[in-house]
């Protein structure tokens, strides 16, 4: 079955620091992996996708992520947080045969001033 | 840049009533996908079409129905609603190659009271 987790409901971080949002995956084949970002009362709004290349991806708004495939993870990263980051983060791999993307459970980031 | 548009933003229905729901997919997109965000969980996938004809199929109920016309845009319509209804529901659209990045609307609130 094709699943993902988010490992934390929520992770809280002082303005200024480092943030990592975490992702494991179980999906088959080589996966097409997503981040999206929603705000309260908002669409999902994407940030950046691994294809394949280079396991460090860069996205919107400052944010990167790391795939490492050995550990079937995509962790979102960012080196220094802000307070307009504070949101609700979707980690979300793309089963690729139906196109269809398969959401986590969510992690709130809360950024704290 | 376009984006998917949805309308209605926001819908109140009563229990057995019927509610449709439209989405605008971005110009160029062949790709309509639908998904539901109830209250405090993660979307889920509902169903989606590729040149106007459904490609997958998740977790929609036969109470729910869609379609994709010649303009690409799509209905969700929902019959018999039920409390359970009451959701954040999302249209995204994109491109059909697998690994194309899926836009999301900013979603439609559904209300059943």
């Known amino acids: 079955a094709q699943s993902v987790a988010q490992p934390e409901d929520q992770v809280n971080v002082a303005e200024g620091n480092p943030l990592t949002v975490k992702c494991t995956y179980s999906v088959s084949g080589n996966p097409y992996l997503f981040w999206y970002v929603q705000y309260p009362n908002r669409g999902l709004q994407f940030l950046l996708k691994y294809i394949t290349g280079d396991n460090l991806v860069k996205g919107s708004y400052g944010f990167e992520a790391e795939f490492n495939k050995s550990q079937t993870s995509f962790h979102l990263k960012k080196p220094s947080a802000l307070v307009s980051d504070s949101a609700l983060y979707f980690c979300?791999?793309?089963?690729?045969?139906?196109?269809?993307?398969?959401f986590g459970a969510g992690t709130r980031l809360a950024v704290h001033p | 840049a376009a984006g998917v548009i949805q309308s209605p933003r926001h819908l109140i229905k009563e229990k057995r009533e019927t509610a449709t729901l439209k989405c605008y997919p971005i110009?160029?997109?062949?790709?309509v996908y639908w998904y539901q965000q109830g209250p405090g969980q993660d979307p889920q996938f509902l169903i989606s079409?590729?040149?106007?004809?459904?490609?997958d199929k998740g977790s929609i109920p036969d109470r729910f129905s869609a379609q994709q016309f010649s303009d690409y845009h799509s209905e969700l319509n929902m019959s018999s609603l039920e409390l359970g209804d009451s959701a954040l529901y999302f249209c995204?659209?994109?491109?059909?190659?697998?690994?194309?990045?899926?836009?999301f609307g900013e979603g439609s609130w559904l209300t059943v009271v």
């Open positions: 995204a659209s994109s491109p059909r190659a697998s690994g194309n990045t899926i836009y």
């Open positions: 110009p160029r997109h062949d790709t």
């Open positions: 979300a791999p793309l089963y690729g045969g139906y196109n269809k993307l398969i």
């Open positions: 079409f590729y040149e106007k004809m459904q490609s």
